[in-house]
């Protein structure tokens, strides 16, 4: 018994002692526009002629094959990097390049920012832009409201509203029909 | 014969807690005032949770509180009341037009896009669209719509379990004083 107890505090002290470390490990999250916080690197390449080609608006092929070997294709529902089918903008801001698709949607045609790329230490770094950073940045311009969380509840996660709301109105139903009398409407 | 005796020696227990259990809905000034103070209040506050979806309302605890509202009505005043003043007819009403009235929003986009969009695309609401611009009519077909919607079914819900629950007791005491007599 008095070995069990001795294990079981052991034990906490170290768990507390990785909880500690993990607190202390966390990245602080002072920048909300630092690449870490608004893109997820994928993967590096090297740079021999992608700068100017980037430059000149033409996604490298190595990035198209890449990137589509990672899953981002149209087996599972994402716009590739076709032809014609993307704008390529130097932004100064992040100091590298946004590429934005046009997703093919019939009533939202301007193109979205899917991959960011930059130059640092000599190679070339893809980005994703982060989903919940672009949910953030696009609500008010998409679904015409200011709250994010709205949007979110009634317009991108509409179905799974909607029969929350089903699941109150059978809920009700089956109290009435458990408990109520005939004749009592 | 045999079960009726039984039912005659039993009679004295269930008897006298019945007998009070029985009386008439005896009324409270203090409760009433209370109460006719408090409703309009109570159901103002929970249409402006409804309509406030820029905030931090929404259709789901407006709902809670309309029907909070309605639910202090009721015991305050009593279920004979209550049920003037909110029929269960209405009720069931509310329950499912506020269901259809989401669904509703979902088809409207279908019917105005001729097909072209899906269920709940609303960025699809042409005629709307013209006037003030597709972002700004989709917001307020998510304010006025779908948390009304949802804010009408939940309210009707509420209200009928209440007046379920409540008429479920008066039953019970009404069956428990008749095995007495």
Redesign the interface.
């Known amino acids: 018994m008095k070995t069990l107890s001795l294990a079981g505090l052991l034990l906490v002290l170290f768990l507390a002692g990785i909880f500690v470390y993990v607190v202390e490990d966390v990245p602080a999250f002072g920048n909300a526009k630092s690449p870490a916080n608004r893109y997820i690197a994928i993967f590096t390449i090297e740079p021999e002629g992608a700068v100017e080609s980037l430059d000149a608006g033409v996604v490298p092929l190595e990035i198209k094959t890449r990137t589509e070997a990672m899953g981002f294709n149209r087996e599972n529902n994402f716009p590739t990097l076709e032809e014609g089918n993307y704008v390529i903008e130097r932004n100064e801001e992040d100091e590298g390049w946004d590429i934005l698709i046009h997703e093919g949607e ?3 045609t301007e193109p979205l920012k899917y991959y960011h790329v930059k130059e640092a230490e000599g190679k070339l770094t893809i980005y994703r832009y982060n989903w919940p950073v672009r949910v953030l940045e696009k609500t ?8 994010a969380v ?2 979110g ?3 991108y996660r ?2 799974d ?2 029969f929350e ?2 699941v ?2 059978s ?3 089956c ?2 029909l458990l ?3 005939r004749g ?2 | 014969m045999s079960h009726g005796k039984e039912a005659e020696m039993e009679a004295p227990g269930p008897g006298s807690r019945a007998s009070p259990a029985k009386k008439e809905y005896r009324r409270d000034v203090i409760i009433e005032t209370t109460a006719k103070a408090m409703v309009p209040l109570v159901l103002l506050f929970g249409m402006y949770i409804i309509v406030g ?3 931090t309302g ?2 789901f605890p407006g709902g809670c509180i309309l029907a909070a509202g309605f639910i202090l009505y009721i015991t305050a005043f009593g279920t004979e009341m209550g049920r003037v003043r909110i029929p ?2 209405w009720n ?1 009403f509310f ?2 037009f ?2 259809y009235l ?2 509703g929003a ?1 088809f409207l986009a279908i019917i105005f896009s001729l097909g ?2 899906q269920f ?5 609401v042409w005629p709307l669209a013209n006037l003030v611009g ?7 077909l ?2 006025f719509m ?2 009304v ?2 804010g009408t ?2 309210m ?3 209200i ?2 209440f007046f ?2 409540a ?2 007791d008066e ?1 019970e005491e009404q069956e428990q004083g008749e095995k007495v007599e």
């Open positions: 019939i009533f939202f008010e311009e998409e679904a015409g409201t200011l709250n709205t949007a509840l009634a317009d509409g179905y509203t909607m709301e089903t109150i109105f809920g009700a139903v109290v009435v408990l109520r009398k009592r409407l | 979806t820029e905030g929404g259709g269960e007819s069931t329950k499912s506020g269901l989401y669904c979902g072209a969009a709940l695309n609303y960025s699809a597709v972002a700004v009519t989709r917001g307020y998510l304010a779908v948390s919607g949802i079914t939940v009707g819900a509420f009928s379990q379920d629950l008429w479920k039953d």
